[in-house]
Structures are given as structure tokens and as C-alpha cells.
């Protein structure tokens, strides 16, 4: 059964946020128009198979809503959501005045379901199925459905939500009016007077339970949904739900080899989609690991957490491998340059060697060749000093995908063609600084390599450490440089800007103000204690330190007037400690005495660098600083 969240009311209108009944594309019935108020509703609960129309093909939206329409629909709804119709629907009569034998046996069976299911109780043991339903009624019934469907009712959804004028709600009977309220408050109802005493047509109803169903938000449980495979290399496991991305979360999926003792899974590598609900499991393509007969994939009780912090069930399933299919290729030309081979499945490393270029003549021509992460995807790259137009044919020899199945066809050939420059040149169009020592540069299009960026001022240069081209926009660069930047205009200088038809834009040099980030502020001092027992004072500062080592001896403990200087003891990631975290220094003061510890002691003589942060921004102390007892 499905699990619902409570609708969050902050509008007056609803919102359907997943499983939406979609209206169908025409009308339904050849007497509900599609300029008709209802019509979308009446369709869409038509497509959801919930309501039908007469024998003779017409829905009747005038016509007056009977309380036997309305076990009908809602029925309908309540069993589409998981609930089972009674096994006893034909056999026990549930209202006195609708028989097991009666000639509507829809009504019999949907009147079993939503009296058990608390949705309809009738009037004095009867049901009054030929009976229409007032307003004010419809407002209960509705609470009712929504409740016995979700475990909470429209009213207590409602009850966060601003009230909305419903100018005749004290007309209407004093056990409905929340539930007129509330249907108000979360757009079902969308009319300042709601008349409760009158009664309701077909067509008003489907618009009133169509807006009920849409305030529901759909969850499903966290679990596993399926485990598929992909070629000989990947399995995928999908959830319900997003999982936590940690590897370690994620490595908690077990992939065990059946009838192997001990399956060595350390060189799989675990990736999690963007939306954090499909884990693929991968073998060491380059090392042409693959997967090869039975495996179990295995979830152990508590051991795979959700994004939310609940556990995944724990799930056993076994998936087969037998890869005997032959992998295959297309080609497209990308630009005037540039052609992409793409394989069905991943080929092993070593087929970008087996790739030949040769012309009619039987001459070679220069290709660049790369093959992606994923060993999909070859591109090659037409050399620029190719002259244009020029014919010539590529051929694969040999090329296997990761289980050995060579390439269909093998030989694999086919033409390529260098193409003329575009007459476009590549320029840049923006750069922006992202850090303290990082920027972007924004290109027109995209480029066949990455550009080489200089940076400097008038008096100095930064060396550029790396230049990486953005994963999901290729016209986007992004920069880094050896140190820091200071409050000043930099000319920053890119070039060998060449884009994918070998057309080559100018060298382009900006002069751009880039800003020094502020430092972060110094530390401080959280806290000092004296651990009396071992003598041993504890200073914990708001953030990690480092120790000037020179000034190691500089730290002094006053007893009324007494000093002791003594050696800090860091932690190990910092200074060869024994303290407890990045952040505390541990004194051993072994010449106190039981009286001096019954004293004042403070600490002194730590101002300047001797302390710094890992910034190098000094500790701010007091004159002193008095220690208390540690608990």
C-alpha cells in the first residue's frame, strides 16, 4: 500500500505532486463540452477509472448526485489505493436496503468497501442509495474518504491553513462545518458560498473529489524497486527513494559471486544518480574486469540508510551474466573535425590502437584518437593541417568489448571526410572569479582543447595550476591559480582558442578586478579546565590551531603570583599530541600542589603568533585567562 505525506496547506489552492490522474485529450462524453467547468475532472477521473457514464455514452453533469453515485466513485478511489473489496462483499449484507442480490451489483460491491473501509456509514442501518447527498454531507463524506485512504483527515491537514471566507458556513450543520471549512481552506472547495443545504450535481461532484485526490502527496516506502544489468559490466539497483551517497553507505550493498566463498568486490566502484534513487555498480573496466555467471546482491538488516536516515529493507536477489553478444558501433560527425564513435557497450582500452586512417592512396592520415571514462565513446579528431574536403577511410580491427566478443562487424570501416572552417571564430565571453583563487572563463562555443590561461598584474604573475573544462557546459572553463588573489585588476590572458571546425580565434586579454576574501576570524578560546586528578590543563579553542614551535615553552600557569612553564602537547594532526581534538592543547603541570589547585590559577603569556589558526590568524586572548574545575 502506498504512504502518504500530509498535504501542506500555504495556498488556496491544492497540489497534486506525484500519481496525477491526467485528463484525457478529448472529451470523455459527447454531453460534457470542453469549455465545461468540470470537464477536466470528469475526464481525468475518467482516465483514472474511476467514474463511467450511462449506457448510452453520456456522463449527465446536470443530472442530481445519489448516494449510490457516490459509493460508486468513491469506492473506486479506496480500492485503487490498496484497499481489498470485502471477500464476503456478495454474501454479507452490509446496509439493510441494499441486498447481495440486488440487480446493481457495482453498488453491493462498493457499498461492502466503503463501509468497512469507515467511508460510508448510511442513516439507521440503510444506505438510501437512490437518496441525493446535500452539500454539507458531501463535505463529511469526503473527510471520511481522505482519512480511511491516508490516516488523517482533511480537517487536521486544514488546521495550519488561514480560514477562507465561506460566507453561509453557520447554515450548515454544526458536525459539518469544519470539514466545509477545510475544504474551503485547501482550494477543494473554491466558491465563497457553499450553499450546504442544497444538493449536488454529478458534474460538481467529480470536481470535488478530483481536488480531494489532488491533495495528496504520494510517497512510496524506501525500498529496493529492481535490480538490473547492464552488458557485462554494471548492475543497477534502483530504490523507491533516495539512499544517503556516502561510499560507505553505498558499499553496503553487497555484490557476492554464488558458490564463491569469498568474492573480492574491492575493485567495483559504486556511483549514485543525481537524484539519488539508482545505485550503478561497476567492474574494473580498464583492468577488463567483468561480471561472469551468478551473483547475489544482497542489502543486510540496518545497513543501507535513505537520505532521511531510515533504513533500506533488507533484500536478497540474484542476477545472471552470460555476455555472448557481439558489441556494435555508429558514427556521427560532430563538426568539420571531429567524428564520435559510439559502441553499444564498453570496449576494452586497447581498441583505440586499433583504429587505422588511410586514404585512397593508402597513406595515413593524422587522427587524434580518445576513448571516454566509460569506454563507450571514441572521438577522433581530424588534424588541422589536413587540407580540407579531404576523403579517407577509418578502419577497427579487432576490437573487443570487456568479456572478449569482438566488434560486429569485424573489420568494422568507415568514411570520414574533414569538412571547412565554420568562419565563425571562437572569442571569450566572460570571466568571472568563483574563490579566493579560482575564476571562470566563458567561451562563445565549444573548443576542440582546453585554452591556455595567463594571469598577472603590472608588477607580478600567478602561475595557473590547472584549466578544466565544466562537466556539463563545454563553453565553460574553470581556472585555478598558484596562490591567493589581492584587491587588484589582473590581466588575464587566453589563448590558443580553437573551436571544433579548426577555426582559431585571437588571443584575448582582460584586465579584471578580482577581490582578496576576507580572512576568517581569529580563534578564540572556548574554554580552559584543570583536570585535578592528572594535573593536566585543557584549552579548547573555536577552531583548529597550529603551534608556533619556537614559542613552545612560552605558556605559563600563575598560582596567586606562582608561574610554571610548561611544554603543549597538539594533536597528532598537528604537532606530535596527545590531546583530544585539532582544536585543544593538553598542559601536564606536574609541579602543582593539592593546595595550589585549591587556588585561582590563570594562564598568561600567549599573545602575538605563537598560537595561529591553520590560516595563520593569531589566537585573541584575554590578559588572562582563568581555569575552572573540569567535570
Same mark, same amino acid.
Do not use: C
Given at each position: 500500500?502506498?504512504?502518504?505525506?500530509?498535504?501542506?496547506?500555504?495556498?488556496?489552492?491544492?497540489?497534486?505532486?506525484?500519481?496525477?490522474?491526467?485528463?484525457?485529450?478529448?472529451?470523455?462524453?459527447?454531453?460534457?463540452?470542453?469549455?465545461?467547468?468540470?470537464?477536466?475532472?470528469?475526464?481525468?477521473?475518467?482516465?483514472?477509472?474511476?467514474?463511467?457514464?450511462?449506457?448510452?455514452?453520456?456522463?449527465?453533469?446536470?443530472?442530481?448526485?445519489?448516494?449510490?453515485?457516490?459509493?460508486?466513485?468513491?469506492?473506486?478511489?479506496?480500492?485503487?489505493?490498496?484497499?481489498?473489496?470485502?471477500?464476503?462483499?456478495?454474501t454479507v449484507q452490509r446496509f439493510d436496503d441494499v441486498e447481495v442480490g440486488a440487480k446493481d451489483q457495482e453498488?453491493?460491491?462498493?457499498?461492502?468497501?466503503?463501509?468497512?473501509?469507515?467511508?460510508?456509514?448510511?442513516?439507521?442501518?440503510?444506505?438510501?442509495?437512490?437518496?441525493?447527498?446535500?452539500?454539507?454531507?458531501?463535505?463529511?463524506?469526503?473527510?471520511?474518504?481522505?482519512?480511511?485512504?491516508?490516516?488523517?483527515?482533511?480537517?487536521?491537514?486544514?488546521?495550519?491553513?488561514?480560514?477562507?471566507?465561506?460566507?453561509?458556513?453557520?447554515?450548515?450543520?454544526?458536525?459539518?462545518?469544519?470539514?466545509?471549512?477545510?475544504?474551503?481552506?485547501?482550494?477543494?472547495?473554491?466558491?465563497?458560498?457553499?450553499?450546504?443545504?442544497?444538493?449536488?450535481?454529478?458534474?460538481?461532484?467529480?470536481?470535488?473529489?478530483?481536488r480531494t485526490i489532488e491533495t495528496i502527496t504520494y510517497e512510496e516506502e524506501l525500498e529496493v524497486a529492481s535490480?538490473?544489468?547492464?552488458?557485462?559490466?554494471?548492475?543497477?539497483?534502483?530504490?523507491?527513494?533516495?539512499?544517503?551517497?556516502?561510499?560507505?553507505?553505498?558499499?553496503?550493498?553487497?555484490?557476492?559471486?554464488?558458490?564463491?566463498?569469498?568474492?573480492?568486490?574491492?575493485?567495483?566502484?559504486?556511483?549514485?544518480?543525481?537524484?539519488?534513487?539508482?545505485?550503478?555498480?561497476?567492474?574494473?573496466?580498464?583492468?577488463?574486469?567483468?561480471?561472469?555467471?551468478?551473483?547475489?546482491?544482497?542489502?543486510?538488516?540496518?545497513?543501507?540508510?535513505?537520505?532521511?536516515?531510515?533504513?533500506?529493507?533488507?533484500?536478497?536477489?540474484?542476477?545472471?551474466?552470460?555476455?555472448?553478444?557481439?558489441?556494435?558501433?555508429?558514427?556521427?560527425?560532430?563538426?568539420?573535425?571531429?567524428?564520435?564513435?559510439?559502441?553499444?557497450?564498453?570496449?576494452?582500452?586497447?581498441?583505440?590502437?586499433?583504429?587505422?586512417?588511410?586514404?585512397?592512396?593508402?597513406?595515413?592520415?593524422?587522427?587524434?584518437?580518445?576513448?571516454?571514462? %566509460?569506454? @563507450?565513446?571514441?572521438?577522433?579528431?581530424?588534424?588541422?593541417? #589536413? /587540407?580540407?574536403?579531404?576523403?579517407? !577511410? *577509418? &578502419?577497427? $580491427?579487432?576490437?573487443?568489448?570487456?568479456?572478449?566478443?569482438?566488434?560486429?562487424?569485424?573489420?568494422?570501416?568507415?568514411?570520414?571526410?574533414?569538412?571547412?572552417?565554420?568562419?565563425?571564430?571562437?572569442?571569450?565571453?566572460?570571466?568571472?572569479?568563483?574563490?579566493?583563487?579560482?575564476?571562470?572563463?566563458?567561451?562563445?562555443?565549444?573548443?576542440?582543447?582546453?585554452?591556455?590561461?595567463?594571469?598577472?598584474?603590472?608588477?607580478?604573475?600567478?602561475?595557473?595550476?590547472?584549466?578544466?573544462?565544466?562537466?556539463?557546459?563545454?563553453?565553460?572553463?574553470?581556472?585555478?591559480?598558484?596562490?591567493?588573489?589581492?584587491?587588484?585588476?589582473?590581466?588575464?590572458?587566453?589563448?590558443?582558442?580553437?573551436?571544433?571546425?579548426?577555426?582559431?580565434?585571437?588571443?584575448?586579454?582582460?584586465?579584471? %578586478?578580482? @577581490?582578496?576574501?576576507?580572512?576568517?576570524?581569529?580563534?578564540? #578560546? /572556548?574554554?580552559?579546565?584543570?583536570? !585535578? *586528578? &592528572?594535573? $593536566?590543563?585543557?584549552?579548547?579553542?573555536?577552531?583548529?590551531?597550529?603551534?608556533?614551535?619556537?614559542?613552545?615553552?612560552?605558556?605559563?600557569?600563575?598560582?596567586?603570583?606562582?608561574?610554571?612553564?610548561?611544554?603543549?602537547?597538539?594533536?597528532?594532526?598537528?604537532?606530535?599530541?596527545?590531546?583530544?581534538?585539532?582544536?585543544?592543547?593538553?598542559?601536564?603541570?606536574?609541579?602543582?600542589?593539592?593546595?595550589?589547585?585549591?587556588?585561582?590559577?590563570?594562564?598568561?603569556?600567549?599573545?602575538?603568533?605563537?598560537?595561529?589558526?591553520?590560516?595563520?590568524?593569531?589566537?585573541?586572548?584575554?590578559?588572562?585567562?582563568?581555569?575552572?574545575?573540569?567535570?
Open positions: 500500500m502506498k504512504k502518504y505525506s500530509k498535504f501542506m496547506a500555504t495556498a488556496t489552492t491544492a497540489t497534486l505532486v506525484a500519481s496525477a490522474f491526467v485528463p484525457v485529450a478529448s472529451a470523455a462524453f459527447d454531453d460534457v463540452k470542453e469549455n465545461n467547468s468540470h470537464a477536466e475532472a470528469i475526464n481525468a477521473l475518467v482516465e483514472a477509472g474511476i467514474i463511467k457514464g450511462y449506457e448510452d455514452g453520456s456522463f449527465r453533469p446536470n443530472a442530481q448526485l445519489t448516494r449510490g453515485h457516490v459509493v460508486k466513485m468513491l469506492g473506486k478511489w479506496v480500492e485503487k489505493q490498496g484497499f481489498e473489496i470485502p471477500a464476503d462483499w456478495n453498488l453491493v460491491k462498493y457499498a461492502a468497501l466503503v463501509k468497512e473501509a469507515g467511508v460510508f456509514i448510511g442513516s439507521n442501518g440503510k444506505l438510501n442509495p437512490g437518496g441525493h447527498i446535500s452539500r454539507e454531507n458531501m463535505a463529511l463524506t469526503l473527510d471520511r474518504a481522505y482519512k480511511a485512504v491516508t490516516g488523517t483527515s482533511l480537517v487536521e491537514i486544514a488546521e495550519n491553513a488561514k480560514d477562507l471566507v465561506v460566507a453561509d458556513l453557520t447554515s450548515a450543520k454544526a458536525e459539518s462545518r469544519e470539514e466545509i471549512q477545510a475544504l474551503r481552506n485547501l482550494g477543494i472547495s473554491i466558491v465563497e458560498k457553499f450553499e450546504p443545504k442544497n444538493s449536488v450535481t454529478r458534474a460538481q461532484f467529480a470536481s470535488f473529489l478530483n535490480v538490473t544489468t547492464i552488458d557485462s559490466s554494471k548492475i543497477v539497483v534502483e530504490f523507491t527513494q533516495p539512499i544517503d551517497g556516502t561510499q560507505a553507505n553505498l558499499q553496503a550493498v553487497k555484490v557476492e559471486k554464488v558458490g564463491v566463498t569469498t568474492s573480492d568486490t574491492s575493485t567495483l566502484s559504486y556511483r549514485l544518480s543525481e537524484d539519488g534513487k539508482a545505485l550503478t555498480i561497476s567492474t574494473d573496466i580498464k583492468n577488463n574486469a567483468f561480471f561472469d555467471g551468478d551473483y547475489n546482491v544482497v542489502i543486510d538488516s540496518e545497513t543501507v540508510k535513505g537520505a532521511a536516515g531510515e533504513f533500506v529493507p533488507s533484500y536478497n536477489t540474484t542476477v545472471h551474466f552470460n555476455d555472448t553478444q557481439a558489441p556494435t558501433f555508429t558514427t556521427e560527425q560532430v563538426s568539420s573535425l571531429v567524428y564520435k564513435v559510439n559502441f553499444s557497450e564498453p570496449v576494452q582500452a586497447d581498441a583505440v590502437g586499433k583504429i587505422t586512417f588511410k586514404d585512397a592512396q593508402g597513406q595515413e592520415v593524422a587522427v587524434g584518437k580518445s576513448l571516454n571514462e %566509460e569506454q @563507450t565513446v571514441l572521438t577522433l579528431t581530424i588534424d588541422q593541417d #589536413v /587540407e580540407a574536403k579531404k576523403e579517407f !577511410t *577509418a &578502419t577497427i $580491427t579487432d576490437a573487443k568489448d570487456i568479456a572478449g566478443n569482438l566488434l560486429d562487424p569485424n573489420p568494422a570501416t568507415f568514411t570520414m571526410v574533414k569538412g571547412e572552417k565554420d568562419g565563425v571564430a571562437p572569442t571569450v565571453e566572460t570571466i568571472t572569479q568563483t574563490g579566493e583563487n579560482t575564476f571562470t572563463v566563458k567561451v562563445s562555443e565549444e573548443l576542440l582543447a582546453n585554452p591556455t590561461v595567463k594571469l598577472g598584474t603590472t608588477a607580478d604573475s600567478l602561475e595557473i595550476t590547472t584549466v578544466e573544462v565544466d562537466e556539463k557546459d563545454p563553453t565553460l572553463f574553470h581556472v585555478t591559480a598558484s596562490s591567493k588573489f589581492n584587491s587588484a585588476a589582473y590581466y588575464v590572458e587566453v589563448s590558443s582558442l580553437t573551436d571544433l571546425s579548426g577555426e582559431a580565434g585571437e588571443t584575448a586579454t582582460k584586465l579584471v %578586478e578580482f @577581490t582578496k576574501e576576507e580572512e576568517d576570524a581569529a580563534p578564540t #578560546v /572556548e574554554s580552559a579546565t584543570l583536570d !585535578t *586528578a &592528572t594535573k $593536566t590543563i585543557e584549552i579548547t579553542f573555536s577552531e583548529a590551531i597550529k603551534l608556533n614551535e619556537a614559542a613552545v615553552n612560552d605558556f605559563e600557569v600563575y598560582v596567586d603570583g606562582k608561574a610554571f612553564e610548561a611544554p603543549i602537547k597538539f594533536d597528532a594532526n598537528l604537532q606530535d599530541a596527545e590531546a583530544t581534538s585539532a582544536n585543544t592543547i593538553s598542559v601536564v603541570i606536574s609541579d602543582l600542589t593539592t593546595d595550589d589547585m585549591q587556588k585561582q590559577l590563570t594562564i598568561v603569556g600567549l599573545e602575538g603568533t605563537d598560537i595561529t589558526d591553520v590560516n595563520g590568524n593569531s589566537i585573541k586572548f584575554e590578559t588572562a585567562i582563568a581555569l575552572t574545575a573540569k567535570k
